[in-house]
């Protein structure tokens, strides 16, 4: 998301601004302002807080460039004006385009793709999402064990002695690898939410299944796998045709 700021003292104009640049591009419009001292006070209080401006030169109380007079603009700016004349003192500021009006899209599109090249704006933003991601799943806690009820007892039991869950009558039942069936108070679904993804597997509708439980793999008919564990289940853990492909890579990982 490109967070702009449209400095031009025509409304319509601005409206306009706005509305082709959101058909362009995926931006947020964090302010219009109309003059000079508003938009140098703004760039005062807002050092760092923006990606991109559109500027038009002439504004009611003059020449927008003495905005870079009052404050500092840390961010690149595409000068959008009716006149030619400026365009020498517009590159020796900020500028790193200057469209004349009427603008159109493809005109404006070409100053966005100049405006990603010249910062690798794409590339800064994607390294953020996935540093935030990564930050994320640093952060989830998966769960390690279950408190289950076996004869007139509660005994803990570690998600990793687990070889795979299913339910029947909506009832969740663990097989742990020694072959006591357990049950559970959770569904698959919230099993399928707790569990590390990258030890279970949801095998279809009624089974999730550990890796270090599955000893082979067969093929099955109409394209599906057949599941062969240790211990095994009394029905067939089956994988469909259409979840084949996710499951070969989730083993092979």
Do not use: C
Request: negative net charge.
């Amino acid at each position: 998301m490109i967070r702009i700021l449209i400095v031009e003292d025509e409304p319509a104009i601005a409206r306009n601004l706005h509305f082709i640049l959101e058909e362009t591009a995926q931006v947020q419009l964090l302010e219009t302002l109309t003059n000079n001292e508003d938009a140098a006070n703004w760039f005062n209080e807002n050092k760092d807080n923006y990606d991109l401006v559109f500027m038009d030169i002439r504004l009611s109380d003059g020449l927008s460039f003495e905005i870079f007079n009052k404050a500092k603009v840390n961010a690149p700016v595409i000068f959008v004006t009716a006149y030619d004349e400026y365009a020498l003192t517009a590159f020796k500021t900020n500028g790193i385009d200057y469209i004349l009006k009427p603008f159109d899209k493809k005109e404006l599109q070409t100053a966005l793709d100049k405006f990603k090249a010249l910062t690798k704006f794409d590339a800064q933003r994607e390294n953020e999402n996935i540093s935030q991601v990564l930050k994320e799943l640093k952060q989830v806690q998966y769960r390690q064990s279950f408190l289950v009820h076996f004869r007139d007892k509660l005994i803990p039991i570690s998600a990793n002695d687990i070889a795979f869950f299913f339910t029947v009558n909506e009832v969740t039942h663990a097989i742990l690898y020694d072959r006591r069936k357990l049950i559970v108070d959770f569904t698959l679904e919230e099993l399928q939410q707790q569990l590390n993804p990258q030890n279970f597997f949801r095998a279809n509708r009624q089974f999730i299944v550990q890796r270090n439980a599955i000893k082979e793999v067969s093929y099955y008919f109409n394209g599906r796998l057949l599941l062969i564990t240790e211990p095994a289940p009394q029905e067939n853990m089956l994988i469909s045709k259409a979840r084949a492909s996710e499951f070969k890579m989730w083993m092979n990982k």
